[in-house]
């Protein structure tokens, strides 16, 4: 019964603790997990499947069914192959895409109907025009906040954490998807700059893992974390895949937002399951008979055999760096909308009051200013962004070329002419007015995405620039016997690449723009001008991804930029954090008591003693504070007053101790499941100082109390699943106090505290603890770059740096980012002049290895250890050393 | 001066012993060795540079040459910027790659001057049709081999090798550069069916190579390796995109080809890079009025209002199928030619005395089937390899639609008709006779690749799918008003990318077409064909490239394989290995002795102690050998003697001591510059008994002297400049006999003996010795899938498995490759069952755990250590415990 209660009590260490493996191997863990509460579930009766309770069936047509049951398992078997995981993954996304570009276009539709239909009164159809978007955008806010509000926004900064390893609650649920489609259907049929692209990318994720979920009930194989995050990977993929029916740029553009390293092996997954994504995507509009077959998405018919001269480079090269500080510029625009909204504390707090107030005032901004008859007559207010994008990416010269060939708007071409203006004057109040308009919209908290609003943008001004140069050189540059127009739709396409890759920091968007206009002849002219728009935009600002990443706090580690040689010179010894604090095996509870109220840290280092300071392992700081809990438990004092008192026989103890896991279990089992899944909390999070953190220092005299509270607390808030986690924690409580009541009244406090305070001077027993026994080390001498490799390759978040085994520092991802941002700013951390590692390497170095081992050697040699002013901690465990000696 | 002499000595050791650090931060280290160096060079006089004279220079105009040596360090620092080197990479590349074009052109173009201006008689014809490529080939084979035969063959499998950290000796160096380049010319000017794709990745960072050796005369920033990686990453990019014109293919194709994990990061370098040369490439096409302006180098002229009709599919997927199982089929055929060219003793004999027979022979064969009034009528034999594109890619039909439309076959496209058959036969007869031909001229020992023929091959199948889905289908499939005839151009694209894709394992060959074509318009059939083609040709081959490194025998970590699931419940301690050989902090010199002569580890684990087993660090096994011989050395048993005997001061001692250093600075100084820039010798080297790792069971009599030897060798053997050994080898010997006469005559064998066991005896000084304080760790309980990705993450030749500190077992490459090859074929290491971890997860893992830590936490509790049953090693170390009880 005692190795029962050990047991029970090891569970739910488990289950409050569980996140902190993910540095390690979490998909063995959670397989671990899962096998152990199949064998748990085991004893209990469960619905058995079919197959199972054929095993149990004895008859004639046993082989029959034995060999129906082998059929059964090879079809269940083969649900667990990656290939029709993403089969159905590209099949559901294609048809979510589809569906969803149809609705928008009806909405878009309507409006126009609506609009051209009250032409007899202006003010009527300013009336429809501005309120049909109005309505919708704010049904969308509403919608997304109440059904979930995570579905806010463009998703591409949250995935690109989720795959670092870090688990966002809620971003991968069904009400997040539902919230996410529906939410996107109406932001994007209201007209607004807003793209689909950034929302796809989430959406396909939450798709995939709700596949994933929905095929485990099948197999086996859907439960592995680290495969569930492949399969996240090429969830993107799919996204912007099917998006643009772009499965080339897709794969690419999704590697390059959410990854830092990219595991080859997984390339194939992404561009099978967005190939296939894209091509269901595009059956379905030549089976609806929008398409007579399946060509690009924004066809263009440029000529093939002269698409640009050698001498029209300069201008391609002009749009690139042009975009790249537009690029920079809508990224610092938007940032700084987000930050003007939240610092402004009077608007502020009224339009958290009224939250669907913002997204309603901006759509009327916006759709006022393109209101047709008003002054979105100078700006083709009147398209939609797909035909503005058709238009732009027109094949023919807008501007008058001479008085002869003069130039006739047919169709949606309509809308760029304006009577009393030129072509010239529409194209830049488009792109000044579309550029803020963009930058604003996309802060409205509806899903929606800045891709596409951007590339629109870009292709504007490539279309300017390429206008201006067909006025400029009516007859081409070309000066040899054929005349080569110049060709405004060839700069446009430019244009568009180069500014959504200034924005984003990708160079796949001259990848996704050949395949949706399903020309590659001006590959060389996109190619320079994504390349210099990435450098310029580079070294001005974050991407629009990470700028989000950082305005709503997510753990990232910043990028290493371009050249900046200064950082293969920075080491981990110069970044590191040499004072802190640590567990010695040998420590008593007070010690464990003091570390946990002088520091924050997550995982606090297991050293061998204070002396020897040999790295052990990891331990949660949670752990310590079960480990102290536990120790000071009404249970235990009230064994120990028992024992003391009464000298009874054992069996009343075991008794209480037995109702007292019962009830711990009904409060901590239901959990445990859905925990399963998650282990992969963020150690990162944006709450540093929780009431667990920081008991008020003065309680210590009832630290019994005080310290179950803590571990509660804690107890209660990790096991991270949200709904039902509040009725849990009140049932515990609740539990807790009425054992209190029971078992702990029978002492007073001072016999209480009396008891407590004996008890801290015991020695810590580890033996139940979770200990990591092989945390992330690094070495003195790891060069920034190298950690920064490490860091992100594998998802760590701290690691601690050894010398010989000993331990002398932590660097976090804190110091890192710091470390990083520092040299590259020169704020922040101060990082060593170039040459310092040339400077103290010559000796100090290699000398200090030297020193270290010889120490280590000289105390095994004489087994006489000098006390070290070791890196600060427990200093009042002189004792065990006393203690040892026999 | 003993702190000289030991300063000296620890030299000595650093640069026989450079390699071994590698899988820690080595970047770091040859910095460090470069400061020290530095420094060194300080005190002698050497040539200084302007900039450093000036600061020493005191006159009157010091402010203005402050500003001039201000310009001159900016310059300097932009030199050192990764885009200068960058564009410098790509121009060069590109003049090589336009060169050679030119080169090869006008070979082939003499070789069809020959034989046109001959056509009076055949036999003089096939003379001089066969003599022409035989000559140039066995130049190019001949000039290889004498020049360097590292240059020999495609050379991605090398690469590969090396971006995962290995250092092949001799594969980056001019004169391989030169004889790529020239060897590669010749090959490809006989008109063989090789490919320049191969090599051109090769000789793209051979020149990144040499590019940076010459730019770090500007600037130091060039040293680092880590940076080096990156660079060689880029240029491998840089070949294919300059070779094909191809810049995001060439990127893609590169990391597809050569790297398992990439960073992000390094992206914009490979596309940088790529389209400068591309466009350069390109650019000298037009100057040289070539072309017109820039287009693809294989321009397509596909209509592009209805590329493909939807009902097509099929055929493209055929086309995908059969491509796979076609790579398949040359990837085993390439091997097995080789294989049956080894296996075969005597024709192995005469050939490899003539070596030059093979080639000319294969080339006689091939030339003599192409013979255009021969064979090779019947299979377009007149037509090189880009004319074979050209007419294949063409935009026509050729088979006969009926009577009306007789095609009319001009140009170059007479070659494919033939008077008594028609276009399908000579296609059949063309992919058949190719494909062997092909297969078995990359085997040819001359610079060469089998992408481009390979390329060719596919694309004659999809045109022989197309012509007769064109004969089958003669107004399209549409039955629709418009007719939209079947373009069999479009699946010559579909079928060159698919069997291209399916011999490399790449997916970005569809990229490729795409850029070659210039046309994008096929994107869906290619992309399905070239997915279908991968899919089959990986569950049957390895890739062309991996199948190389398996006949090279170059180190690999096999890829994990499409959705083999059993490897996620493989775990570390399966595949460990549990018995290996460890030093301890505490043993003798004995002990050093024995460890060395029952293992061949190249690192040995050093542990506290073996009752303790907590893991210190990693020591080299040269560093053991290094500290066994100076303990044994003939200078310390002098130095013993004279004390001994003579009891003098030690002016006389230290007098000889700095002799010998002098002697050994004189031996060993000279390759430390070049060894500074190879710091990773390949761990995995071919030769795994190495004359120095078995001495001679009997020889420890004599051991001062085998061990010297033995040392004496390593240190030879080891600073990896191949040029000069051997003189260095024959210097230090003799220096060291000399010492031996004049130091060490003056005992008796049986005195040198008794005084070598004598010192076997005492307790091994590590001090002197450098140790690797942080090896790689992994616990038990990582999964196999997390181990490979670690280790091909950071490129790790093995990793030590500890628990809680413990050292318990080792798992090197060979383990892991055993692993997932044994998982894959059913061969190799016994794979546990897929619920393995299932099974005794629930309770045993844990336990162990928690049973080690409680073992060690008794350990301090009692002070009491029971002696465990370790795993082997040391057994005979008992005393030292009894020395530490004071």
Redo the contacts between chains.
């Keep these: 019964m005692a190795s029962e209660s050990e047991a029970q009590r090891?569970l739910q260490y488990e289950q409050t603790l569980m996140y902190g493996r993910y540095t390690?191997?979490l998909?063995?863990?959670a397989?671990?997990e899962?096998?152990?509460l199949?064998?748990q579930e085991g004893d209990t009766p469960r619905p058995r499947r079919p197959s199972e309770l054929l095993e149990y069936t004895q008859g004639r047509c046993a082989p029959c069914r034995v060999c129906a049951l082998q059929c059964q398992r090879f079809l269940i078997s083969k649900v667990?192959?990656?290939?029709v995981f993403l089969i159905l993954l590209g099949l559901v996304m294609a048809l979510v895409s589809w569906a969803m570009d149809f609705a928008i276009a009806t909405c878009l539709q309507a409006q126009k109907w609506m609009y051209g239909g009250l032409d007899t009164n202006v003010l009527l159809q300013y009336m429809a025009w501005v309120t049909y978007p109005t309505v919708l955008i704010t049904f969308s806010a509403g919608f997304t906040q109440i059904l979930a509000p995570q579905a806010v926004g463009s998703g591409i900064p949250e995935m690109k954490t989720i795959l670092r390893g870090v688990v966002l609650k809620e971003y991968l649920t069904l009400k997040t998807f539902v919230a996410k489609v529906i939410g996107l259907t109406c932001a994007l049929g209201s007209g607004m700059p807003l793209g689909k692209e950034g929302p796809f990318v989430h959406i396909a994720s939450m798709c995939a893992a709700l596949l994933s979920r929905f095929l485990s009930l099948f197999g086996g194989?859907y439960e592995?974390e680290?495969?569930n995050i492949e399969m996240l990977a090429a969830a993107c993929a799919v996204g912007v895949g099917c998006c643009f029916a772009a499965?080339?740029g897709g794969v690419?553009f999704s590697?390059?937002v959410t990854?830092?390293?990219?595991?080859?092996?997984n390339?194939?997954r992404g561009?099978?399951a967005a190939?296939f994504s894209?091509?269901i995507f595009?059956?379905l509009a030549?089976w609806n008979k929008d398409e007579?077959?399946?060509?690009?998405l924004f066809?263009t018919?440029f000529r093939?055999?002269?698409?640009?001269?050698?001498q029209e480079l300069p201008a391609f090269a002009v749009i690139g760096i042009a975009s790249g500080f537009g690029g920079a510029l809508f990224v610092y625009l938007n940032r700084k909308i987000v930050q003007f909204m939240r610092r402004q504390k009077t608007i502020n707090r009224f339009l958290m009051k009224k939250r669907l107030l913002f997204p309603a005032l901006v759509t009327l901004i916006i759709s006022t200013l393109t209101f047709p008859p008003g002054f979105g007559q100078f700006m083709a207010g009147q398209l939609t962004q797909k035909d503005t994008l058709v238009t732009l990416f027109d094949n023919q010269t807008w501007a008058k070329q001479g008085i002869s060939d003069e130039f006739e708007y047919l169709g949606i071409l309509e809308a760029w002419r304006h009577p009393r203006s030129n072509v010239f004057v529409t194209l830049v109040v488009f792109i000044l007015m579309k550029f803020w308009m963009s930058a604003l919209a996309t802060t409205i908290p509806v899903p929606c995405g800045a891709f596409m609003p951007v590339f629109v943008i870009g292709a504007a001004f490539g279309r300017l620039v390429g206008e201006s140069m067909a006025a400029w050189f009516p007859d081409g540059i070309?000066t040899?016997s054929?005349i080569y127009r110049i060709v405004p739709g060839g700069y446009a396409v430019v244009g568009a690449a180069a500014l959504s890759g200034a924005v984003t920091h990708t160079?796949s968007t001259?990848?996704i723009v050949?395949?949706l206009t399903?020309?590659?002849?001006h590959?060389?002219p996109v190619?320079?001008a994504v390349?210099l728009a990435?450098?310029v935009a580079q070294s001005l600002q974050p991407s629009l991804y990470d700028s989000i990443i950082r305005i709503k706090k997510l753990p990232y580690l910043p990028?290493?930029g371009?050249?900046h040689?200064e950082k293969?010179?920075v080491?981990v010894e110069d970044i590191m954090v040499r004072d802190i604090r640590y567990v010695t095996?040998?420590c008593k509870y007070r010690d464990l008591q003091q570390v946990l109220h002088s520091t924050k840290m997550k995982n606090l280092p297991l050293v061998?003693?204070a002396e020897s300071m040999?790295?052990?392992?990891s331990i949660e700081r949670t752990q310590v504070g079960a480990l102290l809990s536990s120790q000071l438990s009404p249970q235990r004092r009230l064994l120990a007053l028992r024992q003391k008192v009464l000298s009874e026989d054992g069996h009343r103890l075991s008794d209480s101790t037995i109702r007292f896991q019962i009830s711990t279990e009904t409060s901590s089992g239901t959990p445990a499941r859905p925990a399963l899944r998650k282990p992969l909390k963020p150690a990162l999070k944006r709450v540093p100082s929780s009431p667990a953190d920081s008991p008020p220092a003065g309680s210590t005299d009832h630290s019994g109390i005080a310290l179950k509270n803590l571990f509660c607390a804690n107890a209660s808030t990790e096991p991270t699943e949200a709904q039902g986690t509040a009725r849990h924690k009140a049932k515990r409580v609740r539990i807790s106090i009425v054992e209190e009541m029971i078992l702990g009244d029978k002492m007073t406090p001072a016999e209480i505290l009396e008891w407590e305070e004996q008890q801290l001077d015991q020695?810590v027993?580890?033996?139940?603890a979770?200990?990591d026994?092989?945390p992330f080390?690094?070495?003195e001498?790891?060069?920034l770059?190298?950690t920064h490799?490490?860091f992100s390759?594998?998802g760590l978040d701290h690691a601690f740096v050894?010398?010989?085994?000993r331990l002398v520092g932590m660097v976090s991802l804190k110091e890192l980012r710091k470390a990083i941002e520092g040299s590259l700013t020169g704020k922040g951390v101060k990082v060593r002049p170039p040459l310092a590692?040339?400077?103290d390497?010559?000796a100090s170095?290699?000398e200090a290895?030297?020193t270290a081992?010889?120490q280590?050697?000289d105390r095994?040699?004489h087994?006489h250890m000098p006390r070290e002013a070791g890196p600060g901690g427990d200093d009042d465990d002189d004792t065990?050393r006393g203690q040892?000696?026999?």
């Design positions: 090891a390690q191997d998909g063995t863990f397989k671990d899962a096998a152990r199949r064998l667990g192959e990656d290939w194989f592995n680290a495969r499965p080339i690419l590697i390059e990854s830092t390293f990219f595991a080859v092996r390339y194939w561009f099978f190939t894209a091509f595009r059956v030549v007579e077959t399946i060509t690009a066809k018919r093939l055999d002269f698409p640009f001269d050698l070309h040899d054929n160079v001259a990848v050949f395949e399903g020309q590659i002849s590959i060389l190619m320079i390349i990435n450098a990028e290493l371009w050249g040689h293969y010179n080491r095996l040998n061998e003693s040999i790295l052990l392992g020695l027993d580890f033996s139940s979770k200990i026994p092989a080390q690094l070495v001498h790891t060069s770059h190298k490799t490490i390759l594998l050894t010398s010989i085994g590692s040339f400077r390497s010559t170095t290699t290895d030297t081992l010889r280590l050697w095994h040699q087994h065990p040892r000696e026999p």
